[in-house]
């Protein structure tokens, strides 16, 4: 008889935070549409960057550091608290708790679970700070790490846009011993970094975006009023153009597809999807992503086929579960999930088990997934 996985959210890591260091939970303003309630939002970025913050973290990011780095812990307990410490790692500006934030979660590193490292590296890849450069480096550099985190740390490296990590990035990708998901993904890095730092940036015209992610890629630039979904997926779905060109039209679908109500949406994210039969599991890893920030309904299908294609590439199917997490209070998502639990995969049974907290935390109508401490509340900016 096999063993069966059971998943029970542990609802009182909230109140363990609170008696170390946490009063109440930050208040957030309630979600007025499935584009402020997907992963850009409360899973990986929480809380406006923007704002200042009155409180003092000093005691609090130790006893998030300690969750994140124990064994011991549930993974989904660890991941919570690895989304505090990335709010208090991307406050602008920096404060006295940024770096030892920014230390934290790198410290988890040492940890055997690909997906959490994997998640790491994207968290650093998102706080805009030099100090996360090194802890990047040396994942990417590391051989012998799983590729999907040295994967995501190239891809972050890229994200924070630093022009000292070319060579780096140039070398990998021009290896022609490297993996084909390093070597993709060093190549959109470079191009990435390159045009973050170009004059060509400042001339592009680009539509505002509701997510407050820095992706691999912008989006497209705008060069009318009138949206051209047939355009973008012709771009999207050629294979002869550069990664990073066509990741710039997966990102302009995005937000053609966000809010949800907009008359393009449906059609932006049926074009998405012709992207999940890509050559490329780097490709369509990203397009599970993009439809985990986007919570639309639509998008539940080639998701679900994603995630229960056994010959799919793990990184693809796991990226699947996490986007179908942030869909759990739609109708059949979690008994979706739940069939896997037990699956042949680590990476996947491990993104299962945090979808399917991520899936309770959107049907409970949860105004955050980070725990943050009520003196941590938004003050105006001075």
């Given at each position: 008889?096999?063993?069966?996985?059971?998943?029970?959210?542990?609802?009182?890591?909230?109140?363990?935070?609170?008696?170390?260091?946490?009063?109440?939970?930050?208040?957030?303003?309630?979600?007025?549409?499935?584009?402020?309630?997907?992963?850009?939002?409360?899973?990986?970025?929480?809380?406006?960057?923007?704002?200042?913050?009155?409180?003092?973290?000093?005691?609090?990011?130790?006893?998030?550091?300690?969750?994140?780095?124990?064994?011991?812990?549930?993974?989904?307990?660890?991941?919570?608290?690895?989304?505090?410490?990335?709010?208090?790692?991307?406050?602008?500006?920096?404060?006295?708790?940024?770096?030892?934030?920014?230390?934290?979660?790198?410290?988890?590193?040492?940890?055997?679970?690909?997906?959490?490292?994997?998640?790491?590296?994207?968290?650093?890849?998102?706080?805009?700070?030099?100090?996360?450069?090194?802890?990047?480096?040396?994942?990417?550099?590391?051989?012998?790490?799983d590729a999907m985190c040295r994967h995501e740390a190239a891809?972050?490296?890229?994200?924070?846009?630093?022009?000292?990590?070319?060579?780096?990035?140039?070398?990998?990708?021009?290896?022609?011993?490297?993996?084909?998901?390093?070597?993709?993904?060093?190549?959109?890095?470079?191009?990435?970094?390159?045009?973050?730092?170009?004059?060509?940036?400042?001339?592009?015209?680009?539509?505002?975006?509701?997510?407050?992610?820095?992706?691999?890629?912008?989006?497209?630039?705008?060069?009318?009023?009138?949206?051209?979904?047939?355009?973008?997926?012709?771009?999207?779905?050629?294979?002869?153009?550069?990664?990073?060109?066509?990741?710039?039209?997966?990102?302009?679908?995005?937000?053609?597809?966000?809010?949800?109500?907009?008359?393009t949406a449906v059609d932006a994210v049926n074009a998405l999807?012709?992207?999940?039969?890509?050559?490329?599991?780097?490709?369509?890893?990203?397009?599970?992503?993009?439809?985990?920030?986007?919570?639309?309904?639509?998008?539940?299908?080639?998701?679900?086929?994603?995630?229960?294609?056994?010959?799919?590439?793990?990184?693809?199917?796991?990226?699947?579960?996490?986007?179908?997490?942030?869909?759990?209070?739609?109708?059949?998502?979690?008994?979706?999930?739940?069939?896997?639990?037990?699956?042949?995969?680590?990476v996947v049974r491990d993104s299962v088990i945090v979808a399917?907290?991520?899936?309770?935390?959107?049907?409970?109508?949860?105004?955050?997934?980070?725990?943050?401490?009520?003196?941590?509340?938004?003050?105006?900016?001075?």
């Open positions: 008889m096999s063993q069966v996985l059971t998943v029970q959210t542990n609802t009182s890591y909230e109140a363990e935070i609170s008696s170390a260091a946490c009063p109440a939970r930050a208040p957030l303003s309630t979600p007025k549409n499935l584009s402020d309630k997907g992963r850009s939002v409360n899973f990986f970025f929480p809380f406006h960057p923007h704002h200042t913050y009155s409180a003092k973290m000093s005691d609090t990011v130790p006893v998030l550091r300690k969750v994140l780095t124990s064994e011991s812990e549930p993974l989904a307990r660890r991941f919570r608290a690895l989304f505090s410490l990335k709010h208090v790692a991307c406050l602008v500006p920096p404060t006295e708790d940024s770096l030892p934030a920014i230390e934290a979660i790198a410290a988890g590193f040492a940890s055997p679970s690909a997906l959490l490292k994997h998640e790491l590296a994207y968290c650093l890849g998102q706080t805009k700070n030099i100090e996360s450069v090194p802890y990047l480096k040396h994942v990417v550099n590391d051989t012998e790490e891809e972050a490296l890229g994200a924070l846009g630093y022009e000292d990590s070319l060579d780096l990035l140039k070398r990998l990708r021009d290896d022609e011993k490297e993996l084909d998901i390093i070597r993709e993904t060093c190549d959109i890095a470079v191009d990435r970094i390159i045009w973050e730092n170009s004059e060509a940036k400042k001339a592009e015209q680009l539509k505002p975006s509701d997510f407050g992610s820095i992706d691999p890629a912008p989006p497209m630039p705008l060069k009318s009023s009138e949206p051209c979904i047939p355009d973008l997926e012709q771009t999207l779905l050629d294979t002869k153009l550069p990664l990073f060109q066509r990741y710039r039209a997966m990102f302009g679908l995005r937000d053609l597809a966000s809010p949800p109500d907009l008359p999807a012709k992207g999940l039969k890509d050559p490329s599991a780097l490709f369509r890893h990203e397009v599970a992503f993009v439809f985990g920030q986007l919570c639309h309904p639509a998008s539940i299908p080639s998701l679900t086929a994603s995630l229960s294609d056994l010959s799919e590439a793990g990184m693809v199917r796991h990226e699947a579960a996490e986007a179908l997490g942030s869909l759990g209070d739609e109708e059949g998502v979690e008994e979706t999930l739940k069939k896997f639990l037990n699956d042949h995969d680590e399917l907290d991520m899936a309770e935390f959107e049907k409970n109508g949860e105004t955050q997934y980070a725990l943050m401490p009520d003196s941590a509340a938004p003050v105006a900016a001075a």
